[in-house]
């Protein structure tokens, strides 16, 4: 199964600034994602991003606010742009693989980045 | 929304007793799959079930899943305190996950 690391693990960062989040596989994946976890909730996919291609956003979330590049097959960046203290949250990567079960499509997480906007 | 729900959303037990969570979906799936979260911390991938299959079992974890119902449960035997976390589950259908409230288990030593 995949292991996942992402940078930073946490950071505080000014209202307005933008904060870009690294996400790093050791294996290549065809297909990584990003949440947003806000504080005691559950996880929100925020966009699919495949090797090539343009990410896939889902409903409420813009490439302007939230660019993903995906340069490779190994990694991914998330950049959270003009933060407001509202993009307060856990921002998790994860990948697909194939797990224990020997089926193509469980899904491993990286650590996450706790990012608090002040 | 597409996400599901799992009750309860709190669960306070004493060690060694039994946990039982449920998760309901709302779309049809490809597989179901259970995580756990500790606290501020990343997720890690507990158990996997095809919706081909009824239950599945891995150490003291015992999923069952129910298609008909949409909904799956998640059961710890021999709770311990190192079980304290958040559990979530994660519905499949083929091209999204679609994750359910969680529920808060707190295990008491």
């Known amino acids: 199964s995949a292991v996942i690391s992402q940078k930073p693990s946490r950071d505080i960062c000014q209202r307005g600034t933008s904060l870009t989040i690294q996400c790093q596989v050791d294996?290549?994946?065809?297909?990584m994602f990003w949440y947003r976890q806000q504080p005691g909730q559950s996880l929100t996919l925020i966009a699919t991003a495949n090797q090539g291609s343009e990410a896939t956003y889902e409903s409420g979330f813009v490439i302007d606010k939230f660019p993903i590049s995906r340069p490779n097959l190994t990694f991914s960046t998330l950049t959270v742009s003009n933060m407001s203290p509202e993009d307060s949250s856990i921002y998790l990567c994860?990948?697909?693989?194939?797990?224990?079960?020997?089926?193509?499509?469980?899904?491993?997480f990286g650590p996450g980045t706790r990012l608090t906007v002040l | 929304s597409q996400q599901g729900e799992e009750d309860p959303q709190a669960l306070s037990i004493q060690e060694g007793e039994n946990a039982t969570m449920n998760c309901s979906y709302k779309?049809?799936?490809?597989?179901l799959q259970w995580y756990r979260q500790n606290s501020g911390r990343g997720l890690v991938h507990l158990i996997l079930?095809?919706?081909?299959?009824r239950e599945k079992h891995s150490g003291r974890l015992r999923v069952t899943l129910d298609t008909s119902k949409k909904s799956s449960s998640l059961l710890i035997t021999a709770s311990r305190a190192a079980d304290t976390a958040s559990y979530f589950c994660a519905a499949s259908d083929f091209n999204k996950f679609y994750f359910g409230s969680g529920t808060k288990l707190n295990v008491k030593p």
């Open positions: 079930i095809r919706s081909n299959e």
């Open positions: 294996s290549q994946v065809t297909m």
């Open positions: 779309t049809s799936i490809n597989n």
């Open positions: 994860s990948v697909e693989d194939v797990g224990t079960s020997g089926f193509y499509n469980e899904q491993f």
